[in-house]
């Protein structure tokens, strides 16, 4: 009678079980669907893990022998303009080089792209409180929103304060940053809080001239002149590895300068403006953007001179031309590969 009970119990068991456990995986495959449908809508751009550890603060204290010994990357964070654009976030390239990350300029989310490419790269370097160096192209907003989010994101966990380069005006913003962030400051640093890195917030700014601005092993960072129209200066900038040679354009219209940099490089990132999407401007707009921008079709141009292994369009104005056509225009100039980033986009 026990034996039969004990019997008819473990079978009942069982039965509870294999309903409970087909109930779950109902709810599993319902979640795992809800869960794939959302990450299709919030990221149209891909992969994004939905099984990523929730927020973890990043100790390393310096790069890895791994990280040493990889080849150069360069990780697009943001590819956007002044727009509010809900798929690009501004303007921001990374170069990792030897387990540190090199950031040219840091528009508006680009830190927050910064914290994704971390985690979907593997690239400990690209965690904000990590990044150590970063470098601006010109003072527009559109170059330098996420300067404070860089600079005082887990400040008192950085290995050291950030480090940046840029033209006439970045001390001026870096003191206002100083101001600004005066009260964060204040109540961690006197009240309670452990602060691993007191001086985790100060930031070191270098106001540049044209010329060799950084180096390091054989990472070498130039700075060179644009035509920004009025904007000056203007810098692009040029990066030279041992694996990897690098143009970034920043803002500029055509430049003789650039076209010279960029001869045979692998990678020229240069921002485009559509040249149908000018057409639909006011002359007025017209006259501007041709004097502080470049269009496709004068992209196309500056590529046939230069002959870079890759022609990267970002920072792009369309107005609204459907932006692929932007890279029909640029080859009806240039025959050279010509890619369209997006967001995270690596190299
Ligand atoms: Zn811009
Ligand atoms: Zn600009």
């Not at 149908?276 to 004068?298: A, E, R």
């Amino acid at each position: 009678m026990e034996r039969h009970d004990y019997a008819q119990g473990v079978k009942t068991a069982s039965r509870q079980l294999v309903s409970v456990m087909k109930h779950l995986f109902r709810n599993m495959l319902l979640v795992s669907a809800v869960a794939g449908l959302l990450g299709a809508c919030a990221a149209p751009q891909g992969a994004f893990p939905v099984d990523l550890l929730s927020a973890e603060i990043e100790t390393r204290q310096g790069p890895g022998a791994a990280e040493l010994s990889e080849p150069t990357r360069v990780i697009v964070l943001g590819t956007g303009t002044p727009i509010p654009d809900a798929r690009r976030a501004g303007a921001s390239i990374a170069i990792i080089h030897k387990g540190e990350a090199y950031l040219f300029d840091v528009g508006a989310g680009s830190i927050r792209n910064a914290t994704v490419a971390r985690y979907k790269y593997d690239i400990p370097s690209l965690y904000p409180s990590q990044i150590c160096c970063v470098f601006i192209t010109h003072m527009h907003s559109d170059h330098t929103l996420d300067f404070p989010e860089l600079a005082y994101t887990l400040w008192w966990r950085r290995r050291a304060g950030l480090l940046s380069w840029g033209p006439t005006g970045m001390v001026r913003m870096v003191r206002g940053l100083t101001e600004m962030m005066g009260p964060d400051t204040d109540v961690r640093t006197r009240g309670s809080q452990p602060l691993p890195n007191p001086t985790g917030n100060v930031v070191t700014v270098i106001e540049i001239e044209e010329g060799i601005v950084f180096k390091k092993d054989d990472l070498v960072v130039e700075a060179f002149k644009v035509n920004h129209g009025n904007i000056k200066p203007a810098f692009g900038y040029k990066i030279t590895t041992a694996d990897k040679s690098i143009v970034i354009s920043g803002d500029t219209a055509y430049s003789e300068t650039l076209a010279e940099k960029a001869k045979g490089v692998d990678l020229l990132f240069h921002e485009v403006i559509s040249e149908l999407g000018l057409m639909k401007n006011s002359p007025f707009w017209q006259n501007y953007h041709k004097n502080v921008h470049t269009t496709s079709i004068d992209v196309g141009r500056i590529a046939s001179k230069a002959q870079p292994k890759k022609l990267v369009l970002y920072h792009g104005l369309y107005y609204g031309t459907p932006e692929a056509s932007v890279i029909d225009e640029v080859k009806s100039v240039f025959e050279g590969e010509v890619i369209l980033a997006n967001d995270l986009d690596v190299f």
